[in-house]
């Protein structure tokens, strides 16, 4: 069973920056955190949860959703089983609970998630 923790979730003025870190393990044998494709979820109070950012295993391929683009960037580091989600620019709408989210073929593993508020 792999565990993902979150961390790095904190209060930031609008226009400011914040980075989460999701650290994994328990990784069964033969498995590794390369061979898991990893995504950054958020969810706001009354909303769904939505998909910002996803990575692809060797980290060579990133993609995000449009109101996000050009702000946030995700990165991992194999070495330190780590994916990572820099958030520049933030407003009032990155607001939310941040999850880190592992998938590989037919499993998916989900962090705690961590809390971002977003105040002046």
């Known amino acids: 069973q792999v565990q993902l923790v979150e961390s790095g979730g904190a209060s930031v003025q609008p226009g400011g920056s914040l980075r989460l870190s999701c650290v994994a393990s328990?990784?069964?044998?033969?498995?590794?955190?390369?061979?898991?494709?990893m995504q950054w979820y958020r969810q706001a109070p009354g909303n769904k949860r939505e998909l910002v950012a996803w990575?692809?295993?060797?980290?060579?391929?990133?993609n995000y959703v449009e109101v996000v683009r050009d702000r946030f960037t995700i990165f991992r580091d194999n070495a330190k089983d780590t994916v990572y989600l820099q958030m520049n620019s933030v407003t009032p709408d990155d607001a939310g609970v941040y999850y880190c989210?592992?998938?590989?073929?037919?499993?998916?593993?989900w962090g705690q998630g961590t809390q971002v508020t977003v105040s002046s």
């Open positions: 990575i692809s295993t060797d980290g060579e391929v990133a």
């Open positions: 328990g990784f069964a044998p033969g498995l590794s955190f390369s061979n898991y494709g």
């Open positions: 989210r592992a998938v590989r073929v037919d499993e998916t593993f």
